[in-house]
């Protein structure tokens, strides 16, 4: 009778063992994608009103590079550094 006892205390316990080092994984949560914040939203805009002036030139030009570096100032200066 105790041999049957200690084969099976045994058997447990390796059972035990392999349950827990094969289901030993930490789960991954997913986020949802994180809402653009105003300072990246305005500097957006600031990037979309660039490549529109670009296209309307035909091309880069210095005047939609001098309406792109004011756009920026004033977003860091009104919204990113608020």
Do not use: H, W
């Not at 994608?33 to 300072?39: E, G, S, T, V």
């Not at 990246?40 to 002036?53: D, H, M, P």
Request: with cysteine; net charge positive.
């Amino acid at each position: 009778m105790r041999r049957p006892f200690t084969y099976f205390s045994a058997a447990l316990i390796l059972l035990v063992l392999m349950l827990t080092f094969s289901l030993s994984f930490t789960p991954r949560t997913v986020k949802a994608a994180q809402p653009l914040d105003k300072c990246e939203r305005c500097v957006g805009k600031v990037q979309q009103r660039l490549e529109k002036c670009e296209a309307q030139s035909g091309g880069p030009t210095q005047a939609c590079y001098d309406e792109y570096n004011q756009g920026i100032i004033q977003c860091y200066a009104t919204v990113c550094e608020q």
